[in-house]
């Protein structure tokens, strides 16, 4: 267990569902962050959460939508998905103090997606 | 832009020997390093974290080196055990925004097979 959950671990839905997915956080950190990963592709950083505050959308479309209560709960909002956003979606934490040193990521079990 | 290249996408080993892993990078030049091993449907684990002026950094049987006229880091696992099959990951900084995120950046990964 590294400290991060994650709901549901698999998901399948249609291309007109709305549907979240949930992360929580049990290591006080206060930087959460939503990748994506393809197969044979490199993680994707999609959003940067700090202190709640949203502090990065690397260009993903609007069909995804992050909410972030909390510092410790992050959620990603889907709706009218495409086949190809099929992939694993994972969430991390760092504890992240700003300045310069590097700072560690922990990493949920991900939830799988499937869009039909 | 960034770019990160571990050195192939597979690696068999035989169990007892050395894995030596390969990241290379261009366009950039990191602070920090890191190193993540990934399990099959699961998220990254965070294993070395290296920093510019630090040549070599060891964690039980792992080795990593940091060459930062090289751009290259070298990721080692002494002697190899079937346990130690996963894909690693290698992940370098994007630099502190100045807007309280920490960001990184991975490369696809070396999935490693280690055979008894």
């Known amino acids: 267990e590294t400290g991060v959950t994650q709901t549901p671990r698999h998901l399948v839905m249609g291309m007109t569902n709305k549907k979240s997915l949930k992360c929580e956080q049990h290591?006080?950190?206060?930087?959460m962050y939503w990748y994506k990963q393809s197969a044979k592709k490199p993680l994707e950083l999609m959003f940067v959460?700090?202190?709640?505050?949203?502090?990065e959308n690397n260009s993903v479309p609007s069909r995804f939508s992050p909410e972030c209560p909390n510092s410790s709960h992050l959620f990603l909002h889907l709706h009218t998905l495409q086949p190809e956003d099929s992939a694993l979606y994972l969430c991390?934490?760092?504890?992240?103090?700003?300045?310069?040193?590097?700072?560690?990521?922990?990493f949920g079990p991900g939830t799988r997606l499937t869009v039909t | 832009s960034q770019k990160i290249e571990q050195n192939s996408e597979a690696l068999n080993i035989q169990e007892g020997k050395t894995a030596t892993l390969t990241c290379n990078y261009t366009?950039?030049?990191?602070?920090?390093l890191q190193w993540y091993r990934q399990d099959p449907g699961r998220g990254p684990v965070f294993l070395l974290l290296i920093r510019e002026n630090e040549k070599e950094k060891r964690k039980e049987r792992l080795k990593v080196t940091f060459d930062t006229t090289l751009k290259q880091s070298l990721f080692h696992i002494t002697a190899s055990q079937p346990a130690d099959s996963a894909t690693y990951l290698c992940?370098?900084?994007?630099?502190?925004?100045?807007?309280?995120?920490?960001?990184?950046?991975f490369g696809k990964g070396t999935k490693l097979s280690v055979i008894p």
């Open positions: 290591l006080g950190h206060n930087a």
């Open positions: 992940a370098l900084d994007r630099g502190y925004s100045g807007a309280g995120s920490y960001q990184l950046t």
């Open positions: 366009n950039y030049s990191p602070a920090y």
């Open positions: 991390a934490s760092s504890q992240d103090l700003g300045g310069p040193r590097g700072y560690e990521q922990y």
């Open positions: 959460y700090n202190f709640k505050e949203q502090t």
